[in-house]
């Protein structure tokens, strides 16, 4: 039986992580609004001052089976700041493949960013979900996290495109 690691992207898994990204889009319904690129992922993510970190979910195989290693999910974060409470990590994205969930994946790579969080000094680890996916809301609930939007009634925005350059005035 093949078994998980769980570890840290290096710069050559850009080409599966964007595939990965491809596929959580089109999970997601949002397959559209993907504009990013592996030489991006590479620049952003494993240069001097990254503005992203990852970890991936590899698939070992057991010894005598002819296939390598396979990427099968991730997990996408960055550090941001609270004023009230500090430090923060932030999910950006996490997916495991649908033909690898159920197996305790996606909780094994958000346990790690918790881990990766407490190392770092962070007091929160944030990420969001869509309202319709009750299965993913199930495992962070389950997994002990509060939903922001019941509880205290947040609501996320941003600001995109035109609308970002009319704001710069620019």
Not at 78 to 101: A, H, M, Q
Not at 124 to 143: P, T
Request: hydrophobic share 40%.
């Amino acid at each position: 039986m093949a078994s998980v690691l769980i570890r840290e992207a290096k710069e050559g898994d850009c080409g599966n992580i964007l595939r990965l990204i491809r596929e959580l889009a089109e999970y997601e319904k949002l397959s559209d609004q993907v504009k990013i690129s592996e030489e991006a992922l590479s620049a952003d993510g494993f240069g001097e001052n990254p503005f992203y970190h990852c970890l991936v979910a590899e698939i070992l195989p057991a010894p005598g089976e002819p296939q390598g290693p396979c990427v099968v999910g991730y997990g996408l974060y960055y550090f941001i700041y609270s004023t009230w409470k500090g430090r923060n990590i932030y999910l950006e994205d996490i997916y495991v493949k649908p033909e690898y969930r159920g197996q305790g994946i996606g909780s094994k790579i958000i346990k790690k960013v918790a881990e990766v969080a407490l190392d770092k000094g962070c007091s929160q680890f944030r990420l969001a979900v869509l309202d319709w996916n009750k299965g993913a809301m199930d495992l962070y609930k389950a997994l002990g996290a509060q939903d922001l939007t019941e509880a205290e009634g947040w609501h996320c925005f941003r600001f995109e495109g035109e609308a970002m350059r009319e704001l710069a005035g620019k």
